[in-house]
C-alpha cells in the first residue's frame, strides 16, 4: 500500500530579517522575524509517498533525480517526521517549482514547508500549522513562515527544546491587498558563501550583530503598527531600514561578507531617487544581490519600466500576496 499527500507552499520575503542561529541542531533563530507570503508564481508543489516497496528514500526535483547534499537533507528531515508516526518507511519525493532554481527566491521555505505538511498528512499525522510550522523549521528556518497567508511572524522563542519558536500569522494578505513585491533577478548562480556558513560567521565576529539583536523586537513591533495604520512611508521606510542593518552587520563580519553587486546597488540608488518626495517603496535584500522592491500596485508600471533601463537586470517577476499552504491528498 502506498500512502501518498501532495501539498503546495509559496515562498516568502522576510520584511525583517533572520540572520543567526542559537541553536544549530535545532535551527533556533538569534531573532524573531516577520514576513509577506508571496504569490503562486514562486510555489513548490511536492508529493511525498511512503511505501513499503521503497528500498532508500528518494528525491526528484523538477525532474531529475537528486544525489548528495540535497537528497541526504531530505532524508533526514522526513527522518524526523517518520519518529513521530513510528515508521520505518521509506519515501518517493517529487518535487517542482514554479520558478527556476538559482533565481535567488528562496525555495527552502516553499519547498520544507510543503516536504513537511505532504509527509505529515501521507502519515496520518494531524498536526496543527503551529507545530508543521516548528516542525518544517528544523529543515529550513524560513520554512516556519510559509505555512499562512499575508504578514506572518517566526517566533524566536526562549525553550530549548524550540517547541515555543514557530510562525504565526499576524494579517491575512487580503488585508492589504494592494501591495507588491518587484522581484529584480541580477544573478543565478549560487553563492560563494552560503547563508548557513554566512550567518555563522557574522554570529561569531560581527560587532555591529549584537546591536542588530537587540533592535530587532521594537523593529517587529513598529511593523506591526505600519501595517495596522496601512501606513506605507513607515512600511516601507523600516523595510530598507531593517535590509541596510543587516547587510551593514554582513560587511562587518571577517572575512566580510558583501552579498550586494553592482547592480543590487544601482537599484538601491535607483528606489532612493524614486523616493525623493515620498516614499513610495522600498527595498530589501536577503543574502544576495536579488532585490525585492515592495510597493503598491498604483506604483508597479513606472518602477518596472524603470528597471528595464538599468544594466544588469535579467528578469522581474510582480508578485501579489500569496495564500498558506495547500493540502490536496
Not at 144 to 173: L, M
Not at 281 to 297: E, K, L, M, R
Request: hydrophobic fraction near 35%; charge should be neutral; aromatic fraction near 8%.
Amino acid at each position: 500500500m502506498i500512502r501518498t499527500a501532495t501539498v503546495e507552499a509559496n515562498s516568502n520575503i522576510a520584511l525583517i530579517k533572520y540572520w543567526g542561529k542559537r541553536d544549530k541542531k535545532l535551527n533556533l533563530p538569534m531573532n524573531s522575524s516577520f514576513s509577506w507570503t508571496l504569490d503562486d508564481q514562486v510555489k513548490t508543489t511536492t508529493q511525498v509517498s511512503f511505501s513499503e516497496d521503497y528500498k532508500e528514500d528518494e528525491l526528484y526535483l523538477d525532474g531529475k533525480k537528486q544525489e548528495g547534499k540535497k537528497a541526504e537533507k531530505v532524508s533526514k528531515h522526513l527522518d524526523l517526521i517518520r519518529d513521530m508516526a513510528e515508521t520505518n518507511l521509506k519515501a518517493r519525493v517529487v518535487s517542482s517549482n514554479s520558478f527556476p532554481m538559482g533565481t535567488g527566491i528562496a525555495s527552502s521555505a516553499s519547498g520544507f514547508a510543503a516536504l513537511t505538511a505532504a509527509a505529515c498528512k501521507a502519515l496520518d499525522l494531524n498536526l496543527d500549522y503551529q507545530a508543521l510550522s516548528a516542525l518544517a523549521r528544523r529543515g529550513s528556518g524560513s520554512a516556519a513562515r510559509s505555512f499562512y497567508s499575508g504578514f506572518v511572524e517566526w517566533k524566536r522563542g526562549e525553550k530549548p527544546d524550540g517547541s515555543d519558536s514557530y510562525g504565526i500569522q499576524y494579517k491575512d494578505g487580503s488585508y492589504w491587498s494592494e501591495l507588491r513585491d518587484i522581484i529584480v533577478i541580477v544573478e543565478q548562480s549560487e553563492k560563494s558563501v552560503s547563508s548557513r556558513d554566512g550567518m555563522n560567521l557574522t554570529v561569531e565576529t560581527s560587532s555591529l550583530y549584537k546591536e542588530r539583536v537587540k533592535r530587532i523586537d521594537e523593529k517587529i513591533e513598529r511593523i506591526k503598527r505600519s501595517i495596522d495604520n496601512k501606513d506605507k512611508e513607515s512600511l516601507f521606510q523600516i523595510i530598507m531600514e531593517d535590509s541596510d542593518d543587516l547587510h551593514s552587520t554582513m560587511l562587518d563580519t571577517t572575512p566580510s561578507l558583501d552579498y550586494l553587486n553592482e547592480t543590487s546597488q544601482r537599484i538601491k540608488a535607483y528606489v532612493k531617487q524614486f523616493n525623493e518626495g515620498s516614499i513610495k517603496a522600498g527595498y530589501t535584500f536577503d543574502a544576495g544581490p536579488n532585490a525585492h522592491i515592495i510597493t503598491t500596485s498604483d506604483q508597479v508600471d513606472d518602477i518596472v519600466n524603470a528597471l528595464e533601463k538599468i544594466e544588469g537586470i535579467k528578469r522581474v517577476i510582480v508578485s501579489g500576496y500569496g495564500e498558506g499552504i495547500k493540502i490536496k491528498r
